[in-house]
């Protein structure tokens, strides 16, 4: 069975600091990897995913994540966080020889920004 | 931009009753899914829907849940009796494809509380 474990609940950086909220699966075969960003009042919007092919993967707004097999890890980066950026981050799979699209989410990340 | 759609936002209910959910997906998409957050807690996959019939559902989506897509445009979940605990954020999702690496567009959720 699949699973998502994400680390830390909550992340707070400074505004223009690096971000990296912590994402690590076990899946018996290499799942698909999504990342969604959930701001408040809105349903999840996708970030960025990783299907196949080169393992760094940019999304939109400045993110970027890696698959790392070795690691079962597809940690979120974004070089320089904004005050916008201040929202819930869901980590997902879903597994590539199924044919429901089935998603298994993580317990998300809430991402503080301070001034 | 083509968005997923969900009413009411909030709904408050009395344990044992009827409620009925409804989502609007993207109008090109074929593939439907529910998924529920309970507060604190993972978002949890319930059901997935392709041509008029259940893909996958999960333990969760017991006989007291149902899904249909009463005409070409909605997607409805039902919960016949409910119960304390089917308190949570109830979100909809649609995609063009099934296939486990296409994106899954979210609604904004219903906020389900049951008294």
């Known amino acids: 069975a699949q699973s998502v474990t994400q680390l830390g609940s909550h992340v707070s950086v400074s505004e223009g600091a690096l971000v990296l909220l912590r994402c690590n699966y076990s899946?018996?075969?290499?799942?698909?990897l999504f990342w969604y960003v959930q701001y408040p009042n809105q349903g999840l919007q996708l970030l960025l995913k990783?299907?196949?092919?080169?393992?760094l993967v940019k999304g939109i707004n400045g993110f970027e994540a890696e698959f790392k097999k070795s690691e079962t890890s597809f940690h979120l980066t974004k070089p320089s966080a904004h005050m916008s950026d201040a929202a819930e981050y869901f980590c997902?799979?879903?597994?590539?020889?199924?044919?429901?699209?089935?998603?298994?989410f993580g317990q998300g990340t809430t991402l503080q920004v301070k001034p | 931009e083509p968005e997923v759609t969900q009413t009411p936002s909030h709904q408050v209910t009395q344990m044992g009753q009827e409620v009925i959910l409804r989502c609007v997906p993207i109008?090109?998409?074929?593939?439907f899914y529910w998924y529920r957050q309970i507060l604190g807690q993972k978002v949890e996959f319930l059901v997935s829907?392709?041509?008029?019939?259940?893909?996958?559902k999960s333990e969760i989506f017991d006989d007291q849940f149902s899904v249909e897509r009463p005409d070409g445009s909605n997607f409805t979940l039902k919960i016949r009796s409910t119960k304390l605990e089917d308190s949570a954020m109830y979100f909809c999702?649609?995609?063009?494809?099934?296939?486990?690496?296409?994106?899954?567009?979210f609604g904004p959720g219903t906020r389900l509380t049951v008294l």
């Open positions: 999702a649609s995609s063009e494809l099934v296939l486990g690496a296409d994106t899954q567009y």
């Open positions: 109008s090109n998409h074929l593939y």
């Open positions: 990783y299907t196949t092919g080169a393992t």
């Open positions: 899946s018996s075969v290499p799942p698909y």
């Open positions: 997902a799979v879903s597994d590539p020889l199924g044919n429901t699209g089935k998603l298994i």
């Open positions: 829907f392709y041509n008029n019939e259940i893909s996958e």
